[in-house]
Each structure stands twice: as C-alpha cells, then as structure tokens.
C-alpha cells in the first residue's frame, strides 16, 4: 500500500471515528487526525560533481544519456535559473549545508573549513528528531559544524551502506534527511562507457576550439555523466523499494560547471548556472519549469520550512516551498557569486571575480585584470591537459583559437552579458555605452552584497590561506 493510500485510509477512519465520539470529542479527534495525515517529509538531495547544466538530456543535450535524471525532471519540478554563489566544490557544499554565503562562513576558498560554531543542515533537522546522513564526497569541515552519519568514506555514495540506512529508518519509521554526494563527472573521466558516444557526432559548445583530443575528452566526460546518472536511478530504486518514495523529497543538483574553459573557477553562466530539480508527490505538479531565480543557499531554508522548523535569521536563502505549490511568488531579484583563485590547484597567486545576475543580465567583475588567469587546465608549468595543449597548437594557426584562449587567460575588469542570448558570455557588453546604466546599477548592488558578507575584495582574496588548513599564510 502506498503512503497516499494509506493517508486516504487514516482519513476516512479518523472522520469514521469522529462521528461515533460525538461532539464532545470532536476537537480530540481532530487533533488526531491532523497528527496522522501531518507525517514529516524526507529528504534526499543528491549532488553533482563538476557537470555543467546544459550537458544533461532535460536541459537541452542532445548527446548526453541521463534517462533517470529526466525521469526525474519529468516526474516533478525543473528549475531553468538556478545559481550557486561559488565555482568551486568546497565553497559549494559548505553554503549548501549552512545556507549562508560563502565570505560569512569563512569557507569561500576551495580545500576549506568554514568557522568554528557555524550551524550546518544537521543542527537544524535533527533536534526536530531527523536523522541526518551524508554518503559520498565530503568536502566540508570541521565535523563540528558537520556532524553527519556519514556512510563509508568513499568519494561516491556507498549503496550498500545507504540500503542499510533506508531500511532502518523505514522499519523504524523516522523521518530523515540523506545527501548523496557524488564524485562524477569530476575528472580525471573514467568512469562509465565512452563507447556509448561517437567523438565524430558530437556537438561541442559554440565556443569550444574544435579539435580530435577535445572531442575524445568529452565523449569520456558524457560517459562520466552517464555514470552519474546510474547513481540517481539507484537511489530512486531504493527509495521505491523501501515504500519511501511517496514522501520524500528528492533534489537533484548538477554543481558547477565542468573543467573545460568558461565553466568551473569562472562566474561565467556556465559556471555558477546549476540544473536543480525537485521531486515531491502531492506537493509538486509533475512536468512544470520555473524560470524565477532561485540559489543553492535556499536548499536549506527549504528543507527546514518542509520538516516543521522555523527558518532562522541567520540563513541567507528563501523557502522553495512556495514555489513548489505553484504560487507564483518571485523570491528575489539578482543572485551573486565570487571566485577565489588564490589556493585552488596550479592557479594564479591570486585572481578575485565578483559577479551579479538578474532576470536578463550577468554583471563579472574581476578585481585584477592584469594577471593571468590559470588552473589545472591551462598551466603551462604544469604542462595542462592533452585538449588544451591541441587548442594552443590550434592558436598558433588559428585567429579564432587564439582569442578564444586569450579571452580565457586575460580579462577586461568588467563584464556584462545578456545573458537570456547569449548563454556562453561570449559577447562582452560592458564597453556598450547603451548598458551603462544597467551595469552602474547591477555593480552597485553587488558591492551592497559584498559589504553585507563582509567581503573586502582583493584584501578577502589575499586572505584565502588563513582559511584552508594546512596551507602557509601569507
């Protein structure tokens, strides 16, 4: 019998018994009633690694082989304009789990910790008597302020270990909350079969530079999301198979974008725009789309509002709820993000980007345009990726080639793009004196943002080290 069936039944009998009691005990068995039908609501949030929005089938791929994914999108609710206030997995997860800025926790390098007596999703939702598990990456510290159950120590979920925790908390009937945190398609991709994609049929993004090693890279990159996907389908089996699906929520999130140019470590759309989808039967009409801005730093709020609890001050995010009944409430006008380069792997010493989005347009600044922007990709020292060295060769030849890698290693100090037509940020606007005033005031709010956090710019950049431990403070 499903959980809806069964809330039927309850009714029924709870009116059933209503009428024999009589009005005297009418208010009693009311009480009951609502006490029964009221049953809290589970929580699964399942978390990308590194798979930029655009590369998964219910957001438009034509390549990519995520049937469960949009099953799931299919099944519930599909958010088009969903932003993550950082392009960095550390800095991501830790505002997931506080729901507070990164700059305000401390943890807005990646490798990080956020400060000591931060309150994260498991001092919300336990004292509501939720259990509180984490299977998969970590990525978050201290364990003070993340006391998760967690399931194995690997850096994908554990299924066997998160079966065992289901069927537990089903038996037992405790409401809980369960993060599935993924690895996948972090690189380096070698997971999943690359055979299932033809590197000759593919089609790359518009501003890619087309070469052999970069269509083999993303066939393996694809294979890594079809992978991914098979880990979705196995949590969504499992919740079907304990009889838990009826009243749980489920959230898919996608992380930021991937490791080629103009994604991760950027504040590029394609590096702070995430797929969210949000599955909860009864609540959520399956098949709708939202195109209102919406944050990674409401997740929390969320599912606080849906386990009973009040939602505290101190979270910088709104309840999704609202919008999963179908009220057409607008929760906020612009959305914000901030890049520290200083600390990630083979990257500049130092490169602050500080960015605003609102309904039409992407505002990017970058504190020092006159350093070079590097990482793991495109560190010459480092000898980079085999895709980019075939890019570079490619610049040797190419004018097209060689913008697209200037444009990627050095950057003007502001940058506005349309983004509603211009997706990939290739069409600078900043310099258009017919934007002028929607820039001026799109930098105005993002400096009231910043100063809000306490963010100090370059100063807060050159900070970073005293925030990931075991690195030297300069």
């Known amino acids: ?38 049953s ?17 089938g219910a957001y438009g791929s034509k390549d990519s082989k995520t049937p469960n994914i949009d099953q799931l999108a299919a099944d519930g609710m599909q958010f088009n304009r969903c932003y993550q206030s950082a392009p960095m997995c ?49 990525h978050i510290g201290p364990k003070s302020v993340f006391p998760f159950e967690y399931l194995g120590k690997d850096k994908n979920p554990d299924f066997g270990l998160v079966e065992g925790f289901l069927k537990e908390v089903a038996s037992e009937g405790t409401p809980f909350a369960l993060m599935l945190t993924s690895n996948e398609p972090h690189t380096p991709w070698d997971k999943g079969d690359a055979s299932l994609f033809n590197p000759d049929d593919i089609t790359l993004p518009p501003h890619y530079i087309d070469t052999k090693e970069t269509r083999e890279a993303y066939c393996y990159y694809l294979a890594e999301i079809n992978f991914l996907d098979g880990q979705v389908g196995q949590a969504l089996e499992l919740l079907d198979k304990y ?37 909860l039967p009864g609540t959520i009409e399956p098949g709708i789309t939202s195109e209102y801005l919406v944050e990674y730093a409401d997740l929390l709020p969320t599912f606080l509002d849906l386990a009973g609890g009040e939602l505290s001050a101190k979270l910088d995010g709104e309840s999704l709820v609202p919008l999963f009944r179908g009220e057409h409430n607008k929760l906020k006008e612009f959305s914000y993000s901030l890049q520290t380069t200083r600390g990630i792997i083979s990257g500049s010493d130092y490169y602050a980007i500080r960015s605003i989005v609102n309904d039409n347009y992407r505002y990017i600044w970058n504190l020092t345009p006159e350093v070079e922007f590097k990482n793991v990709v495109n560190n010459n ?45 290739q069409n600078n606007l900043a310099g258009d004196p017919d934007f002028k005033d929607i820039k001026e005031e799109l930098r105005e709010q993002l400096v009231k943002w910043m100063e809000e956090c306490g963010d100090k710019g370059q100063q807060t950049e050159l900070e970073a080290y005293d925030h990931m431990p075991g690195r030297k403070k300069h």
């Open 1 to 38: 019998m499903s959980l809806i069936q069964l809330k039927t039944l309850i009714l029924f009998y709870s009116g059933l018994i209503c009428g024999i009691l009589g009005n005297a005990n009418s208010d009693e068995a009311n009480l009951t009633m609502k006490a029964l039908q009221d």
């Open 40 to 56: 809290p609501i589970n929580i699964v949030f399942i978390l990308a690694d590194d798979c930029t929005n655009w590369d998964i």
């Open 90 to 138: 550390s800095p991501t997860r830790h505002n997931i789990f506080t729901g507070i800025y990164p700059v305000k926790t401390g943890a807005y390098p990646n490798h990080t910790n956020a400060n000591p007596g931060t309150e994260s999703i498991v001092h919300y939702l336990k004292p509501l008597g939720y259990r509180v598990a984490l299977s998969g990456k970590r």
């Open 243 to 279: 009889n838990l699906s009826d009243n749980t929520l489920v959230v898919f999130a996608s992380e930021q974008g991937n490791s080629f140019p103009f994604a991760k470590w950027t504040l590029y759309e394609a590096g702070v725009k995430s797929a969210l989808i949000a599955r």
């Open 381 to 425: 020292k480092k000898g980079g990726t085999a895709w980019y060295q075939s890019w570079a060769s490619e610049a040797e030849e190419s004018a097209y080639a060689r913008k697209q890698l200037d444009k990627y290693r050095f950057r003007p100090e502001e940058e506005l793009y349309d983004v509603l037509n211009d997706k990939w940020c």
